[in-house]
């Protein structure tokens, strides 16, 4: 990949090296050592790239993990309005995977929080995280979260946190970026890191929050992911992690998803390539809208992920790397509760459920408003 602060990619960064070493008063000298190095280093590529060489040996591997990342971007000044992209498309994972380096793309350690609240974990041990991935614009639907079930910092006795997730804007927008900064400083509930925000890396976002809930909050008992279009009944959330006898290690739950077949075709959002994914369906995984886990499991995911080629498909990712762990996904103590899309709003149903797929930020901010009557809702 292209770096835009050079001017050049993996290429460039061995010219960088090799002219640093030659000295610059010996002019024959310099041109046999540079044919010598300039040799060494091409057959040092095609070994390489041929695989007979582990790449864990090369003595540039760290600038090489950095430059061949597809979503890796320029340091961060502190300065946020200096912020560049170091990748010519906004998009992490390719539909052809590169040949002779390992699946370090998707691993959350390549990219660093550019905005963090580490210390909402340290004043209070919470009982539950919830971790919502959404886009860096999308204030609306913060907002209404916030309103609605994010709003609540003690449920059925819990200590509950909301955090959102967010990466970076493709158009690096210097006023939105001051905005998000304006925004975290008011309601201290943003965390962002320097990936590219977009549909198609959602794995990496995914990732990120893992990495997050294991160096920032390993103290929490839960954890759920759910996106930023959810209605989420929190109290029937909690009551069912405080039923006796739920698991508190190794546990993935939610609307599971069995021998889903993987999408071949190109016209499609949530197509694959035999490349990136060779099987012709997913293990058993929970779907993207929500999940819930035991927050023994974050860690674990970061660091299996480093052994697990990187595809698009977020939810289904977390189901490999729950594969690969030798665990699986458990069905819910009641299925029903987790509830994808519905033809209308009922107040009873709304009551009894945990999650639901909305529309918009509005519908979210009317279903609850009514659902928190004071009448009984069935």
Known sequence: MRNVESGSGANGLKRQVVESLIPQKKP?????????????????????????????TFP???????????????????????????????????????????????????????MDNPEVCKTKTPFLVLMVPVAPRNVEARDAIRQTWGNRSLVQGQVVITLFMLGLSGDADVQQQEKI????????????????????????????????????????????????DMFLNIDNLVIMLCTPGMPQVNYLTGMLMWDRPVVRSKDSKWYVSEELYPDPSYPTYTL???????????????????????????????????????????????????????????????????????????????????????????
Not at 325 to 351: D, I, M, W
Request: net charge positive; hydrophobic share 35%; aromatic share 12%.
């Open 28 to 56: 024959l000298f310099h041109l046999c050592f540079k044919f010598l190095l300039g040799l060494g280093l091409l057959i040092m590529c095609y070994t390489l790239s041929s695989g007979s060489l582990s790449w864990k």
């Open 181 to 228: 900064q304006q925004e975290n400083l008011q309601h201290h509930d943003l965390i962002q890191s320097n990936f590219m925000d977009t549909y198609l890396n959602l794995t990496i976002k995914t990732m990120v929050i893992m990495d997050w809930l294991a160096t920032r909050c390993p103290t929490a008992a839960y954890a759920m992911k759910i996106d930023s």
């Open 60 to 114: 540039f591997q760290g600038h090489y993990n950095r430059l061949l990342n597809w979503n890796n971007l320029s340091k961060l000044k502190v300065n946020l309005s200096e912020i560049k992209e170091t990748t010519q498309s906004p998009t992490a994972l390719p539909t052809v995977a590169p040949t002779g380096i390992q699946y370090h793309q998707a691993y959350p350690r390549n990219y660093h929080f550019i």
């Open 288 to 378: 993207g809208m929500g999940y819930v886990f035991s927050n023994d499991l974050p860690k674990k995911y970061v660091e299996i992920s480093k052994l697990i080629k990187p595809f698009n498909i977020e939810d289904a990712y977390i189901g490999m790397c729950m594969k690969k762990l030798g665990l699986a996904p458990t069905s819910p103590p009641n299925p029903s509760q987790f509830k994808a899309y519905n033809q209308r709003y009922n107040r009873c149903e709304y009551s009894q459920i945990i999650t639901y797929i909305l529309g918009s930020a509005q519908e979210l901010i009317n279903y609850w408003t009514d659902l928190k009557r004071p009448e009984p809702p069935c």
